[in-house]
């Protein structure tokens, strides 16, 4: 079966910090894989998606990067973060063709102090 | 153009009572339509999907959803709450690609 891990689960990092949080996917080949973020009251948005090794599509500007090194493990980064980079992320995974179930990591609570 | 509504931000119920959350979409395409539950600090999690099969969808914890086309809505229903099912809900809708619609979410109370 598939399971989706993603790490750290919280962090508090001071702002002009930088920030990595990974993903990595289990038991499936060539996965979409996707980061959201989750800021209160906002819903869902979608930062950055992923079809395959070093391919990376934005969805908005902001002061995050994605990268995705192997096929099933994605990082979300920032060089310096700022105050409104402060949310909840989630990761998640889909097949590769249709309008497929997307499976979520249990998330990584970001502070920025 | 696809769009999510849920009608309700906050639905508050006894234990043992039925559950109605309520979402009602647009969209140009067929859509792939889904019910998402998130606990505090968890991610979400599926309860069911629609995939233009039975339009009657069974979930699990109980859970089941009807697509009503006419109506444009899929809404979420059970017919009687637990505490446990005290958490957000998520309307989504997914017309294959990468385009996928959240809803705002509604919250459950449930009430002992």
């Known amino acids: 079966s598939q399971t989706i891990h993603q790490w750290p689960a919280t962090l508090v990092q001071p702002v002009g910090s930088p920030l990595s949080l990974e993903c990595t996917v289990e038991?499936?080949?060539?996965?979409?894989l996707y980061w959201y973020r989750q800021a209160a009251g906002r819903g869902l948005q979608l930062l950055f998606y992923s079809v395959g090794i070093g391919q990376i599509s934005s969805e908005v500007p902001q002061n995050l990067s994605a990268s995705r090194p192997q096929d099933r493990q994605f990082i979300l980064s920032s060089k310096k973060l700022l105050l409104s980079d402060s949310g909840f992320y989630l990761c998640?995974?889909?097949?590769?063709?249709?309008?497929?179930?997307?499976?979520f990591g249990a998330g990584s609570r970001l502070t920025v102090l | 153009a696809q769009s999510v509504t849920q009608l309700d931000s906050h639905v508050s119920v006894s234990e043992g009572t039925p559950v109605l959350l309520r979402c009602n979409y647009s969209?140009?395409?067929?859509?792939?339509l889904f019910w998402y539950v998130q606990h505090p600090n968890k991610g979400l999690q599926l309860l069911l999907k629609?995939?233009?099969?039975?339009?009657l969808v069974k979930g699990i914890n109980g859970f089941e959803a009807e697509f009503k086309k006419s109506e444009t809505s899929f809404h979420l229903t059970k017919p009687s709450a637990h505490m446990s099912d005290a958490a957000e809900y998520f309307c989504?809708?997914?017309?294959?690609?990468?385009?996928?619609?959240f809803g705002a979410g509604t919250r459950l109370f449930v009430k002992a």
């Open positions: 989504v809708v997914r017309t294959g690609g990468f385009k996928t619609i």
């Open positions: 969209s140009s395409y067929s859509p792939s």
């Open positions: 998640a995974w889909s097949v590769r063709s249709g309008a497929n179930v997307l499976t």
């Open positions: 038991g499936t080949s060539n996965p979409n």
């Open positions: 629609y995939t233009s099969a039975a339009t």
